[in-house]
Structures are given as structure tokens and as C-alpha cells.
């Protein structure tokens, strides 16, 4: 039975430098660049060669990619031309770090996500770990990792107005030595701020949609997927929603709405009216078309309403 559900942005994963699909794909990208036909390559020993010494470079190329993209939005932003993220700006990251003595849970401060990556200073939480998948999914941003002898989850947020280094730590611009408040204290503190993002000081970084111009949030329900963009054009209802199913052809559902939550209601409750009989996987021109009609039906007035679609 399908569920409508959040969708992953699979932003790296090392597994795939290791399957098939990754071989087939760098050797029509060698074939390429010889101008011989892919066959060629997958029937020639010294070509192969050729492939596998690329895919083993990208393993580090690609993360190292993923981690120079991140730290040049933190770096943006601490440029305090965003409002909602003043020059102060950390990465906080928690999650669970199971090592070969027992699984601890915890956070980490770091002042990059190159700094948390590589487990230095205080940051410790992904030291020696080996990186196997990043994942970005409607702004949260997940790292997954393992260790000779364990593993580690990873949930990483940017954190505004509060800084940690050699002098302790500072806070609304002013620094607590250890005496005046524990280190223990101020993750306390971190994490009370970590549990409410978006509220505040705490907030999700949102790589893909600042630094690739995803959509803003995605769902899918079964093999048709829903991208909820924010748009510039009309200021009252800023957001749109995009249907694209399994064969990768998207189309736009016409309709804007004036928040995140609801066209996340309205994504969800057309899955459950539209998909749900029959797992049904409607072209998207055809998708879109329903969804005009079902405003018009409900009274909608094209501009997008959480309740458009009644069940």
C-alpha cells in the first residue's frame, strides 16, 4: 500500500560508486569522451580500468563537492544578508554515535560542516567516521556515517547568535566563560534551541533549495511525486506545486497557494483522491488538468486552497 510521504534528496551516497548503475554510467561517459559506442568500453579491459579509477576519484571528489556547496551557503549567510540569519552563525549538529563501548546520543557545534565532517576540536561526534550518504530532505539535511566499529546518524541544523571556541562561548554577542555556565548547561541550552527550527535561532539549512533551486518541500505517494516551489510572481500566495510520476515528466498543477502547509494538504489529500484507487500513475498534463477541474468544481478560484479537493 502506498503512503504519502515525505521524499529524499539523496545529495551523495557512496554505495553508488560501487553498484552497477554507476559503472554503466561512467562508462557511457568515457565512451563519450573517446567517441566510441558504450559497448566498446564495457568489452574492453584497459577502458574499464579507465572507469573504475574515475568512479574511485569521484567517491572523495563528489563528497568533497557536497561539503564545499554547504560551507559556501554558510558562508553566504554569514554575510548577514539574510535577516533571518545574522553574522553568528554555527552548525549544530544531533543524532546517535554508536561506537564499539555503547550507542550515546548528543550534539556538536561546529563553525562548518567541514570542520564536523573531518571530527575536529569539539566536534568530535564524526571523528575517523567513514561518510556514506547525505541526505537533504525538505530542508533537513541527514549524514549518515560508520566507523570500524560502529556508526552514526547525524540531523545537522544552522544555529544563529550562538558560537563556541578557546574562550567558551558566546551568546546574543556576549561570551560565557565555563564559570558562569557549564559546558554542560549550554548544551542543554543548544538543545532546547535544536528541538524548535524555523522558530528560533535554530533553523534547517536547506542546501538543495539554496544551493541547487530545488523545490522548497517534496512528497510522493507510490511513484508520483509532488514539488511545493516558492515563487517570486505573486507575493500573496507565493507557492506552486509540480506532479511529475516514475517516467520523470512533470507537469505544473496551475494552482498557488499562500503556504507550504497548505499545499502540503492539498498534495496530500489529491493522492488520496486522484492515486489511491488502483495506484493510479496519471500523465502529469492529465494530472494537472484534474486539478484545475477539481478547484472549479469546489468553487476554487485558481489560486489554490488547501480544501480545493473534498473527499
Known sequence: MDLFMPAERVLYDRAYYLSNEAEKDYASEVAEEHGIDVG????????????????ERHIDIDLDD???????MLRELKRGDDPEHPAEISVVAKGTVERWDKPSRGLV???????LVSGTGSADALKDCQIDRIVDMNGEF???ASHHDGSAYLDVRLISGVSLDANGFKLGGE??????MNIGDFHILLDNLYDSPDVGPCSLPRLAERAYGTARESYRFGETRFDIYQVAASPDRPY???????????GDAGLQFASVGEAKEWCYRY?????????????PAAAAATAKRAARRTGGDGAGDAGAIKL
Open 142 to 144: 541527514h549524514i549518515e
Open 271 to 283: 493522492s488520496l483522491r486522484e492515486l489511491a484507487e488502483g495506484e493510479k500513475r496519471p500523465e
Open 40 to 55: 566498446e568500453v564495457l568489452s574492453s579491459d584497459e577502458l574499464m580500468d579507465e572507469v573504475h579509477d574515475t568512479l
Open 240 to 250: 506552486t506545486v509540480k506532479i511529475s510520476t516514475g517516467g520523470g515528466a512533470c
Open 175 to 180: 561570551y560565557y566563560a565555563p564559570g558562569k
Open 109 to 115: 557545534i561546529a563553525d562548518s560542516l567541514l570542520s
Open 66 to 72: 557536497e561539503i564545499g556547496n554547504f560551507d559556501s
